[in-house]
Each structure stands twice: as structure tokens, then as C-alpha cells.
């Protein structure tokens, strides 16, 4: 079963504009990850941030975590035509390997 | 070597067929996954290996029987299965501890006729 939702379901922005997307999430977790999926492709793992981190960057990727809102936000500055991409958050349940994903940002930049 | 491979990349089987799918990675992960996503859904998890031992199953139907013969391979056995089932299959491998950040094979695309 899913933990996560996120919201917008959807974007679509101008390339070199910047793009938020937003992850809430039901439990206490260890970390909050983010992965991109191409269309029809697999996951690839962009950025983690752990529970008692606030924010994290990683290149033009910035990621917050609120664990007292049990949310996250993952921006991308100065987008481009290449991270058109679904976007989810995972978060990690209990002391194992179980990852549940959130529901997901489809984004669009456009050219 | 960070990859993740999948065969076959597409499958179309009738509802009586017996397949499999097949994951591989040489990255010496000892953790490995398969998950199910259905087109403009999220993966959703369906096992979990950890040391080749089954350690999580999200109460999957028993049409669908993993299998994991060693550290680098994982199988997902496939019989009598619904159209409901047509979904893109992913595997995935990470470490066995933190921070468990999963590597992902580009997935098969399943059709049951």
C-alpha cells in the first residue's frame, strides 16, 4: 500500500523556470528519497534526505523534509527540457527494506 | 558496474502460460525487489530478498512465485495469470542496511491476453 501523496499531479513549466513538488507522507520513516522515471523506464534514485535532516541539495535538485508535517518538497532550479519526468518520493517503513512511493508529479518543461 | 538487467524487456502471455522474468546485478547487493506499476500509478511493492531469503511479501497472489537462486539473481515466476496483471514489472537492488537507496533494472512490460 502506498504512504505518500503528492501533489501537483501534474506540471508543466517553461524551460529555465524552476519546479516544486510536494510529498506528504502517512508514518514515521528513517529517510525520504526522491526518483525520476522516464516514460516506460526505470526509477533512478536522484537524492535521499534522513530523518533528522532539514534540507538537502544536490546539484540544481534542493530537497526539504518537515517531520513534524510529515512532508518534503523537492525543487529543481532552472529546469530543462531533460527532466521532463515523473517524479516520486519513497519513504522507508519501519526498520526493513519496505519502500512505499508516493503517487507521483508528472512534469513537463517545455521547451 | 551499477546496472540493473531485465529480460525479457517485453512479454505477451495467455492466461494458461508458465513465464519468467529475470532480474540480474553485479553490484553485490544483497537486498532485491520486485515491484508492479500499472501505467500513471506508482511501483508498488511486491517482495523483498534479503541474503537470498524471502523476507517480505505484500500479500501477492500465488499466480506470481519469486524466486532468488543467488546473490546476483532474482526470478519471478509467472502462471495462470488475470489480465489485471499487464503491468510493467521493475526489480530493483540495494544494500541490505542504510541508506538503502535502490537501483532499478528499466523493467518488462507484461501483456496477458
Known amino acids: 500500500s502506498q504512504q505518500g501523496e503528492e501533489d501537483p499531479q501534474a506540471l508543466s513549466i517553461q524551460e529555465g523556470e524552476n519546479a516544486t513538488m510536494n510529498c506528504s507522507y502517512k508514518t514515521s520513516i528513517n529517510n525520504l528519497q526522491w526518483y525520476r522515471q522516464n516514460s516506460g523506464r526505470g526509477l533512478v534514485h536522484l537524492i535521499l534526505i534522513r530523518s533528522n535532516e532539514r534540507e538537502k541539495h544536490s546539484g540544481r535538485l534542493r530537497v526539504t523534509l518537515d517531520t513534524s508535517k510529515k512532508s518534503s518538497s523537492l525543487l529543481i532550479t532552472a529546469s530543462r527540457a531533460a527532466d521532463t519526468a515523473s517524479y516520486f518520493c519513497a519513504t522507508l517503513k519501519g526498520g526493513g527494506n519496505q519502500f512505499y512511493f508516493g503517487t507521483g508529479t508528472s512534469l513537463t518543461v517545455i521547451p | 558496474d551499477t546496472e540493473v538487467t531485465q529480460t525479457p524487456k517485453h512479454l505477451v502471455m495467455g492466461m494458461t502460460n508458465k513465464k519468467s522474468l529475470k532480474c540480474e546485478q553485479h553490484m553485490g547487493h544483497r537486498a532485491m525487489y520486485w515491484y508492479k506499476q500499472k501505467a500513471k500509478k506508482p511501483p508498488e511493492l511486491m517482495f523483498v530478498?534479503?541474503?537470498?531469503?524471502?523476507?517480505i511479501n505484500e500479500s501477492v497472489p500465488s499466480r506470481f512465485s519469486p524466486e532468488c537462486p543467488n546473490s546476483s539473481l532474482l526470478n519471478l515466476h509467472l502462471h495462470a495469470l488475470q489480465p489485471e496483471d499487464s503491468a510493467l514489472y521493475l526489480c530493483a537492488s540495494s544494500q541490505v542496511g542504510p541508506p538503502y537507496e535502490q537501483y532499478f533494472g528499466p523493467g518488462t512490460r507484461l501483456t496477458v491476453t
Open positions: 530478498y534479503s541474503y537470498e531469503k524471502l523476507s
